[in-house]
């Protein structure tokens, strides 16, 4: 029988929650954290040992050792020392376990050691990580035991930020107080903050771990850099949204349970498009909760994967053919006293404060498209985007047709006099309901749509931080709700001003509006006319970080320096072109290891047949063409394998890392591509049985 357990029991059983808080602070000290947590500020060193001794009390029931100061440099993933609770034996020899209020508040890691692009030299490694108090500390437990993971910022000894947290908070108190701005505009008055809040559904794969272990490839890139496709894909569409098989569902409800303890917010899961991939998608939390909590249930997904037997692969692209995978970033922002603000109401077009967010999201957008494309770039997502399974490499802005009939009726005539209703949807069968419809339908070809209440920014990949997409879109709505602000902050008829606004940024930024088909040819043509960017590698998108309207807006807002932009470029560039280098390099170890020794013996075991068939007076002309046909491939396989080492070797003794990262994509992966035919092209034709790794129907469809 299946464990049994009551999730409103487990959930947050493994998180020092604000109610924890409340039970083991004493009351003063409790208000003292809330005030700070809710309104900024620092918590006295005083109220911070009284919260350290707490924290330590109740990590200790629950079995910890050990504290981390938990942190997401820009490795893009996360990064933890552990430190024991112990300190110097009394006089009587007695073992006396602390943790202080310093201790909690900062720490000191090594930094050198850690991607900066430049910000830190080698030899200077001092970096501190700096509590994150807004973001709950919880207990994690593996085979290294019970240990106390404290969120925090990470910086230089200089006060640089080297990680992904450290910009993001940024981002989130400056798009607080700008909009706070905007919706002071229409008298309210009582709200003091404004969040931006979250949800990002997750995509993965799940394959057997013995089939894994045999894949150099996926142990070494994550993904399989060669194979060919299996019989069947996703053409049947019987995967997506299918019954879950049960080895998949166990792994399911052992990673809800994990996830419930750390109190995340597990809601869905489902069979995805393509053959062994799957989703979870949480429920809507403040963006560094949800960007933290991402990192977790990435986390907890490969380590409960093992559990079960399995690998969780997060890659973006682990295989050709068929769909890959990402995560859907859904986006909105909330006052603290319970407005949306980019709920449109029954009647967004007699909204005005809602048009007005909705014009300056269309400003932010259309002006900033190449940072928010840049913002969703990573390696695998170069193999994803606009492949006909995710939104194009064009940015653009999906509103429906309700809205973008308002958007129109604004332009054309400067108001709105009425809105496109739902209406209903008849089923046709008497014991069914009639349904009351959505204005409008979805588009799950926009990169960025408007989804009721939020917008869902659908371009990051499945393996990325989600802390730099939520950064940039932070960041563009701020500046774009203070230049609006400052307009109509001195206007002296603010509804004629307003008016007169929403009408001027809908139409000079109609051109990022799209509620088409973005997979088709015709969008690109189409896009281009309007002088929407398309770019279409990671590699392209990496400058746009320091162009001086990027450099301007981050600094304007305190997010970034120029020093950290440029710090985060090098870093890009960096990260793609040892990305790629590791690639190479193992299909070269495979090709030459592996793969061509076990062509070798087949076209040995062929001619021997060939030869053994002919003495015996029989046909062997199937036989013959078969060697023949074998060896063509092995020939170009050699040959590619051997182009491919050299273009390789020289990409690597390239010195700038632009140059070089340009290299890898430009020279590099077209050699791969030229290695991988061949070697496909072989292992249809190569016996099973001699062929040296599991191909893609052992992988996605023996799980």
């Not at 700070?36 to 918590?43: A, K, P, Q, S, Y």
């Not at 024991?84 to 009587?92: K, Q, R």
């Not at 076990?598 to 021997?608: G, H």
Request: aromatic share 8%; proline share 4%; glycine share 6%.
């Amino acid at each position: 029988m299946s464990e049994k357990f009551n999730v409103e029991e487990i959930f947050a059983e493994d998180v020092f929650t604000l109610g924890k808080m409340k039970e083991y602070l004493p009351k003063k000290v409790f208000t003292e954290v809330k005030n700070v947590m809710e309104n900024g500020g620092e918590l006295s060193l005083a109220a911070a040992d009284v919260v350290a001794k707490a924290m330590k009390d109740w990590a200790e029931e629950k079995g910890a050792t050990h504290y981390t100061h938990w942190f997401q440099p820009l490795t893009g993933v996360t990064a933890e020392k552990h430190d024991a609770f112990v300190t110097h034996p009394n006089a009587e020899g007695k073992m006396i376990t602390e943790f202080s209020g310093k201790e909690l508040i900062k720490g000191e890691p090594d930094a050198s050691s850690f991607p900066s692009g430049g910000l830190r030299a080698t030899f200077e490694a001092r970096g501190y990580t700096v509590w994150d108090i807004t973001s709950p500390a919880f207990i994690k437990e593996d085979a290294t035991g019970a240990i106390l993971c404290i969120p925090t910022s990470f910086c230089s000894y200089t006060g640089e930020a080297l990680d992904k947290k450290t910009p993001l908070l940024r981002s989130m108190e400056a798009v607080s107080e700008q909009a706070l701005r905007i919706v002071r505009l229409f008298g309210n008055t009582a709200a003091t903050k404004v969040t931006a809040s979250v949800g990002p559904e997750q995509e993965y794969f799940l394959v057997d771990r013995e089939k894994y272990l045999q894949r150099k490839d996926l142990i070494y890139a994550g993904r399989t850099l060669f194979g060919a496709s299996a019989p069947k894909g996703q053409e049947m569409d019987d995967h997506y949204f299918g019954v879950i098989r049960e080895r998949i569902g166990a792994y399911m409800k052992d990673l809800n349970k994990e996830l419930w303890k750390l109190g995340v917010t597990a809601k869905t899961q489902h069979n995805e498009v393509a053959p062994a991939q799957h989703e979870l998608a949480p429920i809507y939390e403040t963006a560094n909760i949800a960007v933290d909590h991402n990192q977790l249930i990435m986390e907890t997904m490969k380590k409960v994967a093992v559990r079960h037997g399995m690998v969780c692969l997060l890659h973006e692209k682990p295989f050709a053919g068929v769909n890959g995978s990402g995560k859907h970033d859904n986006w909105s922002l909330t006052t603290d006293n319970g407005v949306n603000l980019l709920e449109p109401g029954d009647t967004p077009n007699e909204n005005i404060q809602f048009l007005l967010v909705l014009a300056c999201m269309m400003k932010a957008v259309d002006t900033h498209a190449d940072l928010l494309r840049q913002s969703a770039s990573d390696v695998g997502n170069d193999h994803r985007l606009g492949a006909n399974e995710a939104p194009p490499a064009i940015i653009s802005m999906f509103l429906g047709d309700q809205l973008e009939d308002v958007v129109k009726q604004l332009i054309e005539t400067g108001e709105a006099k009425n809105c496109r209703e739902g209406g209903k949807l008849e089923t046709g069968v008497s014991t069914l309901p009639d349904l009351t419809k959505d204005a409008t339908d979805r588009n799950r070809t926009s990169p960025f749509a408007f989804t009721g209440n939020k917008f869902e920014f659908r371009m990051v990949g499945s393996a990325d931080s989600i802390a730099s997409p939520n950064t940039t879109l932070n960041a563009i709505v701020a500046e774009a709700f203070c230049e609006a602000a400052d307009i109509l902050e001195k206007a002296d008829d603010f509804d004629m001003a307003v008016h007169d606004l929403i009408k001027e940024y809908m139409t000079k930024h109609q051109r990022i509006v799209f509620n088409g088909n973005g997979y088709s040819d015709e969008w690109v043509a189409e896009a281009e006319r309007r002088g929407l960017p398309n770019i279409k590698s990671m590699v392209d998108a990496v400058d746009t970080l320091t162009t001086e309207k990027a450099v301007k807006l981050f600094e304007k807002f305190n997010i970034f320096t120029r020093a950290e932009l440029e710090a985060r470029e090098e870093v890009l560039y960096e990260t793609y072109a040892k990305t790629i280098n590791i690639e190479a390099l193992t299909m070269i170890d495979m090709a030459t290891k592996q793969i061509i020794p076990a062509v070798v013996k087949y076209t040995k075991a062929l001619a021997d047949t060939v030869i053994a068939v002919k003495e015996a007076g029989a046909d062997a002309s199937v036989q013959s063409q078969l060697l023949a046909e074998t060896s063509k491939y092995l020939a170009e396989a050699k040959a590619a394998l051997t182009k491919l080492s050299e273009i390789t070797a020289e990409a690597a003794a390239i010195d700038c890392i632009k140059t070089q990262a340009y290299a890898y994509k430009d020279s590099v992966m077209p050699a791969m591509a030229a290695l991988r035919a061949p070697v496909d092209a072989l292992e249809m034709i190569v016996d099973k049985e001699m062929w040296p790794m599991p191909s893609y129907g052992d992988l996605i469809f023996e799980v």
